[in-house]
């Protein structure tokens, strides 16, 4: 494995919840700061959430509340743990280090009625 693997992504209907996961090659994961990214086609990508190899998290006001992050070190794998899924939060959810490096084909988050 070279590269992040996302999955757990679909379709939700508004309110609905969604838990992302990423198995992340370790020369990636080990020690490193953590990040779920989501990609609108046509826009910037953003940082949603981020976790430290402590445990220690960081959200976007935008998911504040409503997504939670975390990590199994012993695995190198990540989730992401969305609830009260919007409209706005359709997106190609993708996991990276801070600062970046390798990035995966994402998983594809829509969220409709």
């Known amino acids: 494995q070279v590269q992040p693997m996302e999955s757990g992504g679909g379709l939700v209907q508004p309110g609905g919840s969604l838990r992302l996961s990423c198995v992340v090659p370790?020369?990636?994961?080990?020690?490193?700061?953590m990040g779920w990214y989501r990609q609108v086609s046509g826009k910037q990508r953003e940082l949603v959430a981020s976790i430290t190899n402590a445990g220690a998290t960081d959200y976007a006001s935008s998911v504040r509340g409503r997504f939670t992050i975390s990590r199994e070190n012993a695995k190198n794998t990540m989730y992401l743990q969305m609830t009260s899924l919007k409209p706005e939060d359709t997106a190609v959810y993708s996991c990276?280090?801070?600062?970046?490096?390798?990035w995966g084909q994402g998983t594809q988050v829509t969220v409709s009625s």
């Open positions: 370790g020369s990636i994961f080990s020690g490193n700061v």
């Open positions: 990276n280090s801070i600062p970046l490096k390798t």
